[in-house]
């Protein structure tokens, strides 16, 4: 196809879609955000921290399945910036995922507005900076995404929701901490452990005894799995990001980085002053973050007792928190979004088409420490590879369809080529004696299975294959792999990442590209939406697109 025809095609089914997201029937939701600078000291050490409309935390994104948000986000700061939406899967819109690999930074002074649907969703998720080191400076906040009204929740409405966002911490200002990574050094041990943004006492909730509340707890922090309890009360899980899970009982639970779940915790005890504590694990020294629950009329501070932190030592061994992550099941008749059941989807039957074998390792690559995936260290281009597709710029970036491991080690900017529609079983496999934790965007996995030492194909046979959790974010303990599978049912180019943001910030990632493998053909917007006309151009598309942006006014 010329590349004439190519706009009149692309343009065409831009309107198209204009015309289906933006239709009188969705519900849409505009948030201005403004991103600053913020000085804040929650362990009595000031850093510089960014902040949205002021406030860190950020403001709660509050949707309703179907929803259409429009954030508008004005980056005050010296340097380009972008958020990203942990968990959410954005159907057919990776345009709008806001990582390297798919948007160009907001520039300083500048905004841009990212508009996307939840469409199908209901949960807990959370945002956060995508690029560089920032996240380690904050910039996160909660989002929620309701139930349709017509549709029935698992559990009874709960007398009202809490958002905690937990957190290993830094005194370090971010930028120090990118130095040193650039510098060829590691990160220390983090400071300190933080409850919304807060040290210790700082964080409180209310609580009115006999009612029953939902806890909506993920963990935005560095690196740092943690383990989150409420003294004196017992947690039922019932969601992780965007599953409804079959109902348990936890006196504790884990949250490795970028997970997040919801539990439901009842005022049944004698109306006083209880602790929340998160504390790290598999870290030492170990740190612990405490925040306090207060029963309507309580006027302890602290609470009474002892904070339940002579617990940590026993919870920091690997096989139990592998056992407590094999007991959290997906609820097979339980309603998500949609009122068929979650256990419709019958993954257990479906044939695998591929497999791939991640494996992560570290390494020095010319001279500085990097962090591989299969022998490669993931490089940034300077051109988004979703806008080097766009239009067609070659030498953006290489896609790799099978990838045996490299003895040679390198740096690439690298694409794995996976065929729309396809069921592909991921072996994330960690040779390292540290934890791993790792994200695909626009997709939920089932985490099949888990296992010590070297994934072989036998391993199929221990798998999960009924009601394995279905989430985005899993982790991997040392010396061990986890196995996901997952159908490739969402077009576009999605960041494949480590959680950990040191691992990540020095090449723990990579993008698969789920396409029809037709790149002559301008892909149907039923299948894939088309560049927004507000997209913004860098590197080498910097020039381009002006006949694209000045495309059909918005009806
Ligand atoms: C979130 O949205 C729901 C549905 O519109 C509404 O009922 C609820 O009050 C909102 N919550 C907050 C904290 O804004
Ligand atoms: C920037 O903000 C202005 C004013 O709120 C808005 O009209 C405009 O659409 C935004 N620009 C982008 C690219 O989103
Ligand atoms: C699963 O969901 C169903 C339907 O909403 C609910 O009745 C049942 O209690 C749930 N089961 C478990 C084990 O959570
Ligand atoms: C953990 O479990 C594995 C496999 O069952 C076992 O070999 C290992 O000794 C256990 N480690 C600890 C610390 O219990
Ligand atoms: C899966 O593969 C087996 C063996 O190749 C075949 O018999 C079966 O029909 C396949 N199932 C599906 C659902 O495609
Ligand atoms: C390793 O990669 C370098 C740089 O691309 C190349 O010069 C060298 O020949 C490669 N070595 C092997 C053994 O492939
Ligand atoms: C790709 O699309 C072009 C244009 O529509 C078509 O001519 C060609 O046959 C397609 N190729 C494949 C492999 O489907």
């Known amino acids: 196809m010329d590349l004439g025809r190519l706009v009149v095609a692309v343009v065409l089914s831009a309107a198209i879609l204009h015309s289906a997201v933006v239709g009188a029937e969705n519900h849409h939701v505009f948030m201005d955000w403004e991103v600053s600078y913020a000085l804040r000291s929650p362990l009595g050490v000031a850093k510089r921290v960014i902040a949205i409309n002021g406030h860190l935390p950020g403001p709660l994104l509050n949707l309703t399945t179907n929803d259409v948000a429009h954030v508008n986000v004005v980056n005050t700061l010296d340097e380009p910036f972008l ?19 798919t948007n160009c930074g907001i520039p300083p002074g500048e905004n841009w507005t990212y508009v996307f649907q939840a469409k199908d969703e209901v949960g807990t998720f959370f945002y956060r900076p995508s690029l560089g080191l920032h996240a380690a400076g904050g910039g996160h906040g909660p989002i929620r995404v309701n139930n349709r009204p017509v549709i029935d929740v698992p559990f009874p409405r709960p007398d009202g929701d809490f958002d905690l966002l937990i957190q290993d911490w830094y005194n370090m200002d971010a930028a120090a901490m990118k130095d040193r990574l650039d510098g060829g050094r590691g990160l220390p041990p983090p400071d300190g452990v933080l409850i919304n ?31 989150f309890r409420v003294q004196g009360h017992k947690m039922l899980l019932v969601e992780a990001e965007g599953a409804y899970t079959a109902q348990k009982l936890y006196a504790s639970l884990d949250v490795h980085p970028g997970q997040s779940f919801s539990v439901l915790v009842t005022a049944d005890q004698p109306p006083r002053a209880y602790y929340m504590v998160v504390s790290s694990l598999f870290v030492g020294p170990e740190l612990y973050g405490v925040g306090t629950i207060r029963y309507a009329g309580a006027n ?55 497999t791939l074998l991640l494996r992560n390792d570290e390494s020095v690559i010319g001279g500085r420490r990097r962090c591989t995936v299969n022998g490669i260290a ?32 390198t740096l690439g900017t690298v694409a794995i080529d996976a065929a729309y529609r396809d069921f592909v079983q991921i072996v994330f496999e960690n040779t390292l004696p540290s934890m791993q934790t790792w994200h ?18 036998d391993a199929r046979s221990t798998y999960n294959l009924v009601d394995a959790m279905y989430r985005s974010t899993v982790q991997v303990y040392p010396m061990s792999w986890t196995a996901v599978l997952v159908y490739l049912d969402n077009e576009g180019m999605w960041n494949l990442r480590s959680q950990n943001l040191e691992r990540r910030y020095l090449g723990q990632e990579l993008y698969l590209k789920v396409s029809q493998g037709n790149s002559s053909e301008v892909p149907d917007p039923r299948d894939e939406m088309p560049m927004p006309f507000n997209a913004l151009l860098c590197g080498k598309a910097k020039s381009l697109g002006s006949w694209y942006k000045s495309g059909p006014s918005p009806a």
């Not at 807060?198 to 935005?220: K, W």
């Open 83 to 101: 958020l990203t939406w942990n968990g959410l899967q954005l159907k057919r819109n990776s345009w709008n995922d806001g990582v390297a690999g």
């Open 197 to 227: 943004g807060m040290g210790p006492y700082g964080a409180e909730i209310a609580f009115e005894a006999g009612r029953t509340y939902r806890l909506r707890v993920s963990n935005v922090g560095a690196r740092t799995s943690l383990c």
């Open 300 to 354: 302890e501070h602290p609470p009474s007792g002892n904070a339940p932190l002579d617990e940590r030592s026993s919870h920091n061994s690997y096989n139990r928190s592998m056992e407590q992550a094999k007991s959290i099941r997906m609820n097979l008749t339980a309603g998500a979004a949609r009122p068929n059941p979650q256990g419709s989807f019958h993954y257990g039957h479906i044939n695998v088409t591929r």
């Open 378 to 409: 993931f490089a940034n281009a300077a051109t988004p590879l979703k806008l080097a597709d766009f239009f067609r710029i070659a030498g953006v970036y290489t896609v790799v369809s099978g990838w045996p491991e490299r003895r040679n080690l």
């Open 440 to 457: 695909l965007d626009g997709y939920s996995f089932f985490v099949a299975g888990m296992g010590w030492g070297k994934w072989s194909a």
